[in-house]
């Protein structure tokens, strides 16, 4: 046996060590916890829930949304209308941020009982762009959608009577000028906008972040990149037509 074919056999060697030492690594590492979502019981916060549900009124719609031209229940409202009733039976919520191991930010949505019993919810937390008030909006946003989704808390304004499963067609009047557009909301709901199309929304809303909080409000959507394509066009117009009657009356 030459010199080469040694040093083969000692590369090859080497490489089939190299493999092994990573399965066995990957063997010994801890497998991943699953969080828990509840408590091991639950019956004594079920039964406080649901006297607390038997009190709580419907939320109303005290607070504006300029973007769309609408009214919606915001976060104290809703907490307005349940907190009273869930105090009374025992029960409070409690919001906290974590990260996970890779480094996303996650809001953790806990219901609590004088028991000891808790439910919780979690979701990720995806602001649309990268600085400290897109995130504050974005909490914000999840607080209000975890809270009520927990508690049971329901807004006048949720149900929009199938309007989600019809194809309709719209027309809106702007100064004279009549813009018809027409969307499938059913067909069109995953189709949504290119990457082209996020960074141009992102640049119309660079100096106006509050503005984002508003179209995924109106929209139910947690992300920018979730919007429609359907209703990519009108979206740029409405934010040119708020960004230019604010400048207007400066």
């Known amino acids: 046996m030459d010199n080469k074919e040694l040093i083969s056999i000692l590369e090859a060697i080497a490489k ?10 990957k063997s010994e590492r801890p497998p991943k916890t699953v969080a828990k979502k509840r408590s091991d019981e639950i019956h004594e916060l079920a039964t406080a829930l649901a006297k607390a549900q038997g009190e709580i009124k419907i939320a109303g719609k ?3 949304n300029p973007f769309y031209k609408s009214a919606y229940s915001d976060l104290a ?34 219901l609590l009982h004088t028991s ?6 979690k979701v990720r937390i995806v602001p649309s762009k990268g600085d400290i008030q897109s995130f504050g909006a974005a909490v914000t946003y999840l607080k209000r959608y975890s809270y009520a989704a927990l508690v049971g808390v329901v807004s006048a304004d949720e149900d929009d009577d199938g309007e989600s499963e019809m194809e309709v067609s719209r027309s809106e009047y702007k100064k004279g ?4 557009y027409s969307y499938n909301r059913k067909k069109e ?13 992102r640049l119309e809303l660079s100096d106006h972040p509050e503005l984002a909080e508003e179209i995924m409000e109106k929209l139910k959507i947690q992300h920018l990149s979730d919007l429609p394509k359907s209703k990519f066009l009108v979206t740029v117009k409405r934010i040119r037509e708020i960004v230019q009657a604010r400048e207007n009356r400066r």
């Open 77 to 110: 409202e809703v907490i307005n209308a349940s907190r009273p009733h869930l105090t009374k039976n025992g029960l409070s919520v409690v919001h906290q941020i974590n990260q996970d191991e890779d480094g996303a930010n996650f809001l953790h949505t806990t």
């Open 177 to 180: 000028t009549k813009t018809n």
């Open 189 to 201: 709901s995953f189709d949504t906008i290119t990457k082209e199309q996020l960074e141009e929304l």
């Open 16 to 25: 089939l060590s190299g493999q092994v030492a990573k399965l066995t690594e």
């Open 62 to 64: 005290k607070s504006e």
């Open 116 to 121: 000891g019993q808790w439910l919780e919810s």
